[in-house]
């Protein structure tokens, strides 16, 4: 069932509370407002300096590459990788949308966000393979006010430059999120056999979306964050300490997903 505008907006609010940004202002927020009570206590003092503390403790935890090498290995790693030595082949390819930029008085046209590009290469490289006949590109406008571009149609454009034939091409513009990209993939394929497109990260969610709705999907993660799972060996050396925006941004990917493949299971979607 898809959301209504007003529960997809809610939806992607709600989103806001996984962000450990959220949680970082929120606890230097209340920690303001006890400091800023005209009736200071011992005790609003001790938990003003707690929520402080703590805040400044989980930036740099989560703000750290030693953290992002875990917590973002951890969920890519539970994507299985594609054997392309099975010689197994396909009725379609289906690539998940992964953003949009909607063209404005500084970009000049509708472009796919990187993750989108990436998994068009993907696709790309998968389809003049000859792994299947033709390629899905699903997602439509996830914009909460307005209107934008939508992620399948910029993503079939760089994909006909790249040389996919037009008509090899299929386009699916209803889906919002990962669960309405399965279920719209089901209705507009039926029972063909599905290799999946998506980012490494994405795929533990997005395959299992695919597989609730009877697909026969095979996972084809691209895009990988990691380089190696988390227990294999790897030379950690002093930057991986020092706190980067890259790490939040790859840990706050993380929860996203952790916190996606949660919601799902609780409301029987995967």
């Not at 949680?23 to 800023?36: E, H, M, Q, Y």
């Not at 989560?62 to 090498?69: C, D, E, F, I």
């Not at 299929?170 to 089901?186: D, G, I």
Request: proline share 5%; charged share 20%; aromatic share 8%.
């Amino acid at each position: 069932m898809e959301l209504s505008p007003f529960l997809y907006g809610l939806y992607k609010l709600a989103k806001y509370g996984i962000y450990p940004l959220t949680w970082i202002f929120g606890g230097l927020g209340l920690s303001w407002v006890l400091l800023r009570t005209s009736q200071q206590s011992s005790e609003r003092l001790r938990w003003a300096r707690r929520l402080i503390v703590s805040s400044l403790l989980l930036l740099y935890l989560l703000g750290t590459p030693l953290a992002s090498h875990v917590l973002m290995g951890l969920v890519e790693a539970q994507a299985p990788p594609f054997d392309p030595g099975t010689g197994k082949h396909f009725d379609v390819i289906v690539a998940l949308g992964g953003g949009a930029e909607t063209r404005g008085s500084l970009r000049p046209s509708d472009e796919p966000s990187i993750s989108s590009i990436r998994r068009t290469l993907c696709a790309t490289t998968l389809f003049t393979q000859g792994l299947a006949p033709k390629v899905l590109f699903a997602g439509g406008d996830a914009s909460i006010i307005g209107e934008g571009a939508e992620e399948a149609v910029v993503m079939k454009d760089l994909a006909v430059r790249l040389g996919v034939p037009e008509q090899a091409i299929l386009v699916e513009t209803r889906s919002r999120n990962t669960y309405e990209n399965a279920a719209q993939a089901r209705l507009a394929l039926g029972d063909a056999s599905v290799l999946l497109v998506t980012s490494a990260s994405h795929m533990p969610r997005a395959l299992g979306l695919f597989r609730k709705q009877g697909l026969d999907t095979t996972s084809y993660p691209c895009g990988y964050y990691m380089q190696n799972r988390p227990e294999d060996a790897w030379d950690a050396d002093l930057f991986d300490f020092l706190p980067s925006v890259e790490a939040l941004y790859l840990n706050t990917l993380a929860l996203i997903e952790v916190a996606g493949i949660l919601v799902y299971s609780l409301t029987g979607k995967l």
